[in-house]
T-cell receptor, first 115, second 113 residues
Framework: AQKITQTQPGMFVQEKEAVTLDCTYD???????LFWYKQPSSGEMIFLIY??????QNATEGRYSLNFQKARKSANLVISASQLGDSAMYFC????????????FGSGTKLNVKP | GAGVSQTPSNKVTEKGKYVELRCDPI?????LYWYRQSLGQGPEFLIY????????DSGLPNDRFFAVRPEGSVSTLKIQRTERGDSAVYLC???????????FGPGTRLLVL
């Protein structure tokens, strides 16, 4: 089974609006971490936000927030007030405590911000 | 710079040739990872180093792939007898200092003709 599933290959959003990028995960490990990365066309993976499985509150970093729904195994990324520079690929990733060495990545979502 | 660096940024080679890809992690980071990213896909784990040793090489696709990190800092990914299917972006990442996340380099784009 896929560890990380991103069902939206591409998304469009109007500048200044909010957008939600979906991510579901599959693990039996009770301790894990969830990550979101941004990959612009230049290719470098940029860390955005982290959520631990035992964190009580949803993570936030500036305009990024993570909508963590543990029972649904969902970790959606919310970008508020989209900017043209947000146009990029976005990857959800997971790391399990029992297999700490590996990060599992989804197939990504291509976000296009329209002016 | 303070980030992860990778060289070369691009590499074009012919089928059957040997290539080396280099990664210089963030200073002080003990953990180093190599990933392969094919077009339209997320990064795929290849190998993980903790210090000088390869703690997990389960992602290496076959014995043509090998990686070293002799002094616990710079790492080299080596690919023998390259095949066209090896064409991809090879990403390196490092982590350490108790941080959960890893930090990526810009990648090496390998094209095997």
């Amino acid at each position: 089974a896929q560890k990380i599933t991103q069902t939206q290959p591409g998304m469009f959003v109007q500048e200044k609006e909010a957008v939600t990028l979906d991510c579901t995960y599959d693990t039996s490990d009770p301790s894990y971490g969830l990550f979101w990365y941004k990959q612009p066309s230049s290719g470098e993976m940029i860390f955005l936000i982290y959520q631990g499985s035992y964190d009580q509150q949803n993570a936030t970093e500036g305009r990024y927030s993570l909508n963590f729904q543990k029972a649904r195994k969902s970790a959606n990324l919310v970008i508020s007030a989209s900017q043209l520079g947000d146009s990029a690929m976005y990857f959800c990733a997971m790391r399990e405590r029992g297999n700490f060495n590996k990060f599992y990545f989804g197939s990504g979502t291509k976000l296009n911000v329209k002016p | 710079g303070a980030g992860v660096s990778q060289t070369p940024s691009n590499k074009v080679t012919e089928k059957g040739k040997y290539v080396e890809l280099r990664c210089d992690p963030i200073s002080g980071h003990t953990a180093l990872y190599w990933y392969r990213q094919s077009l339209g896909q997320g990064p795929e784990f290849l190998i993980y180093f903790q210090g000088t040793g390869a703690a997990d090489d389960s992602g290496l696709p076959n014995d043509r792939f090998f990686a070293v990190r002799p002094e616990g800092s710079v790492s080299t990914l080596k690919i023998q007898r390259t095949e066209r299917g090896d064409s991809a972006v090879y990403l390196c990442a490092s982590s350490g200092g108790g941080q959960e996340t890893q930090y990526f380099g810009p990648g090496t784009r390998l094209l095997v003709l």
